[in-house]
């Protein structure tokens, strides 16, 4: 009997899933990576002209965050990075000789030079500000269309520090200093490849001065008067609940 795998199947941020949001299982072809190479489960893409099954949808990702467990959705980030690496790196990046896939490691080798490309994440630091008891700043991206406001983030620049960036970035997006920053948790945030630091930062001075090509709004909001907040399943409404539930129990 066929082996079959539970299956990522990817066309660019969908996935694959049938009405249930449930994986389909696939029998295994050569191209499949594994997701973790002592189990069954693979990373696929779902080419442009291929017929979508009867039965499946491409749901966004995004979306499927909301619905499935955090378990689920870190596994799904591992997939679609994955599959992101491998479809970046068929070149080297050295010498411009087509790459192969190595047998063992998550690693495309140039035969030509030896070169090795691993994947790589992209570290980005998300920073919850509070003002006293019961404040939070909430920003409101000049990005985003919606009414949604959500928390200061940015990616970590060459030769600084997780901290430098936290303190860098609220001066440069809202104009203001902290004090007392302190790590919380992480997140895989496969858009494309990024890891997401939480932090938690007290306002220490300044008055919010937009960067306005980044951001069109930002207040320092009552916890019991926020906005619209980013979904659940987001590190960003994690952060912001916690926050909440915790000022409220002090």
Request: aromatic residues 8%; glycine residues 4%; charged residues 25%.
């Amino acid at each position: 009997m066929t082996q079959l795998s539970l299956a990522y199947i990817f066309q660019h941020q969908k996935l694959l899933v049938d009405e249930k949001f449930q994986l389909p299982q696939v029998e295994k072809i050569a191209s499949d990576l594994p997701i973790h190479h002592s189990d069954q489960v693979i990373a696929r893409d779902l080419l442009e002209d291929e017929i979508i099954p009867d039965g499946y949808q491409l749901v966004p990702i995004r979306e499927l965050i909301q619905t499935w467990s955090n378990t689920e959705f870190l596994q799904a980030s591992r997939a679609i990075q994955l599959l992101e690496w491998r479809r970046n790196h068929k070149f080297c990046s050295h010498c411009g000789h087509a790459t192969e896939i190595h047998p063992r490691e998550y690693a495309m080798i140039c035969p030509a030079c030896a070169y090795h490309q691993y994947p790589r994440v992209q570290p980005c630091i998300i920073t919850i500000i509070t003002k006293g008891d019961d404040e939070i700043l909430l920003a409101k991206s000049a990005h985003n269309k919606s009414n949604m406001y959500g928390l200061i983030a940015g990616f970590v620049e060459v030769g600084e520090t997780l901290e430098e960036a936290v303190q860098r970035e609220a001066f440069e997006e809202v104009g203001l200093k902290l004090k007392n920053v302190r790590y919380l948790s992480s997140q895989p945030w496969p858009f494309p490849s990024n890891l997401m630091i939480a932090f938690h930062a007290e306002y220490e001075s300044g008055d919010i001065e937009l960067q306005l090509e980044e951001i069109s709004d930002a207040q320092f909001f009552k916890i019991d008067q926020l906005p619209e907040i980013p979904f659940k399943g987001s590190i960003a409404h994690a952060m912001i609940t916690q926050m909440v539930e915790n000022k409220k129990a002090s």
